[in-house]
């Protein structure tokens, strides 16, 4: 395996909080960062349904607008734009650690078998 597999592995599974007698509740660095993820996409997403509604964003062309409300209007869509990455990125990177722990086990699993 490699060490950068290694080093994310370890980082994902980094505890912060568990509470005593649960396995099922515990508050990892990944869970952490990945919940602020969605606060923020949460949030963006609230922004920007909020210029929708008052009229301030158009599909079409921008005509008639300030130069600074079309910068507020910009900054916006490429604040919710990079949310929308950092959560799917989370997404695939909790994807991928759980698809891997479990062909871990399976292959624990099947080297015991092997072993019977």
Not at 8 to 37: C, H, P, W, Y
Not at 67 to 78: M, N, V
């Amino acid at each position: 395996m490699p060490l950068t597999t290694k080093i994310v592995g370890a980082l994902m599974d980094l505890e912060l909080v568990q509470f005593k007698n649960s396995n099922r509740i515990r508050l990892t660095l990944f869970n952490l960062m990945f919940s602020i993820a969605l606060l923020t996409f949460a949030t963006q997403t609230k922004a920007m349904w909020n210029m929708y509604e008052k009229g301030e964003v158009n599909t079409g062309r921008a005509s008639g607008l300030t130069i600074e409300r079309k910068a507020s209007i910009w900054r916006a869509e490429r604040n919710f734009w990079i949310t929308v990455c950092c959560v799917m990125t989370y997404w695939c990177l909790y994807r991928h650690t759980a698809l891997r722990k479990r062909y871990l086990v399976l292959k624990k699993e099947k080297k015991e078998a092997k072993e019977e």
